[in-house]
């Protein structure tokens, strides 16, 4: 049971480069989110997913797309990148049984470079 | 909107005393859930300790336990027995009830670091 895995670790990227952050999980959750930490403003929410074929809009979407086509999986894409998204990038799943009771389980994160 | 104040940029304690991590919370929920997480200086987040609005004792977990006070709108973290591999941030933060359109988005503070001396 791997938990919630990301790849890349580390990525560096130029302004007006897109790439996709990669998600997965292996323990069945239905809810799956992203989160960026920036230096002092703790973790914001992205986007998430209730399930597969559902996605929605958190607190700072601008800037990424995201699709659930799997229970399992949840990538974040970058479609050009700026230097303001310079972050740690953090992915989350959690079960959707209890609502507020869910404990989310978070991924190693993506530590991400723009120039 | 929720809101999530962790008044105490830095902590710092002695190795095998207890420290008291302050949290405090708006919302207008009635049902909402509130969770600890620990950030070594790894980067990992991890999950410490759960405390549900409508529970009525507190939540308890090896040398955590969660102080809440429900009126006062506080969730502070007790770390019993402190150890040197406690040293880390910590982040408060607070799950909505289901339903919404930000339904299970977590709110975090910005966070504590603890600081444990030898």
């Known amino acids: 049971n791997a938990g919630v895995t990301q790849t890349p670790k580390f990525q560096v990227l130029k302004t007006g480069q897109s790439m996709t952050l990669q998600c997965a999980q292996d323990m069945n959750h239905e809810y799956m989110s992203w989160y960026r930490q920036d230096p002092g403003m703790g973790l914001r929410l992205i986007h998430y997913?209730?399930?597969?074929?559902?996605?929605d809009q958190g607190e700072v979407p601008n800037g990424y797309n995201v699709s659930r086509s799997t229970t399992e999986d949840f990538p974040l894409r970058l479609l050009s990148a700026a230097p303001s998204q310079t972050s740690v990038y953090f992915c989350?799943?959690?079960?959707?049984?209890?609502?507020?009771?869910?404990?989310?389980?978070f991924g190693p994160g993506t530590r991400l470079t723009v120039l | 909107a929720q809101k999530i104040t962790q008044t105490q940029p830095g902590m710092f304690v002695q190795e095998k005393e207890a420290v008291t991590l302050d949290c405090t919370y708006d919302?207008?929920?009635?049902?909402?859930?509130l969770f600890w997480y620990k950030q070594p200086s790894s980067g990992e987040m991890i999950f410490l300790i759960y405390q549900g609005s409508y529970d009525e004792q507190n939540a308890t977990e090896g040398r955590y336990s969660l102080n809440f006070q429900k009126a006062r709108k506080s969730a502070n973290l007790v770390i019993s027995a402190s150890q040197l591999g406690d040293s880390a941030m910590y982040f408060c933060?607070?799950?909505?009830?289901?339903?919404?359109?930000?339904?299970?988005?977590?709110?975090f503070g910005q966070g504590t670091i603890l600081t444990v001396h030898p």
């Open positions: 919302t207008s929920d009635q049902s909402y859930g």
């Open positions: 989350a799943s959690s079960r959707l049984a209890g609502g507020s009771t869910d404990t989310q389980y």
């Open positions: 933060a607070m799950r909505e009830h289901a339903g919404g359109t930000s339904y299970g988005k977590l709110t």
């Open positions: 997913s209730v399930g597969a074929g559902i996605t």
